[in-house]
């Protein structure tokens, strides 16, 4: 009788509900505020570093931009490691001759398989001797070059949802851009030949 009056006032007392629902749904919204504010902190980063990169790009693009280009990749992370001071970058500079020949290399496909193979034809833009699916030479370029500037940048998240959800622990993001180099002289002449081998 004892039993039956405790189990109908344990079963109809509405006191800890509240302390029940609130330990179901704050796991919930705590997931979903962390998701939120890492998803915010990557499109700034991304911001950020797209800006920069734009910015240190134009600078290159001058005459006399080429022979600085390490101080303009330690300005754009500079503005990185404000955000996120552990982060690590890799920059690469690839000039071409215009903005045709950001592409791969031109081969007449013999075979059909939509790749290149060796012994089939193909344009040499860079004189290399060799087919190449990036035909850019590292480095900055001279007048009216074209110059391909791409930086990827890895750094901490700084929230704990990646690991929840099995992600890396660290973010990458890149950032590329595609500038004329100011006509501050004479263009060499572009050789193009076509080797089969």
Known sequence: MRRRRLLRRVIGDNRAVTVIEFAIVAPVMLMLIMGLGELLYT???????????????????????????????????????????????????????????????????????????PGECFDDVNNNGVWDADPGIANQG?????????????????????????????ATMTSETLLKNQPYGTQAAQVVRTICS
């Open 43 to 117: 499109i700034y980063a991304q911001s950020v570093l797209n800006g920069a990169v734009q910015k240190a790009a134009r600078d290159a693009a001058i005459q006399g931009g080429g022979d600085v280009v390490a101080s303009l990749d330690a300005r754009v992370m500079d503005q990185v490691w404000a955000m996120a001071p552990t982060a690590t970058y890799r920059s690469t500079r690839h000039s071409y001759h215009n903005f045709g020949s950001v592409r791969p290399e031109r081969f007449n496909d013999s075979n059909g398989n939509g790749r290149y193979d």
């Open 142 to 170: 001279g007048a009216s070059d074209v110059t391909r500037y791409r930086i990827q940048v890895s750094y901490p998240r700084p929230f704990p949802m990646a690991q929840l959800l099995g992600w890396d622990r660290n």
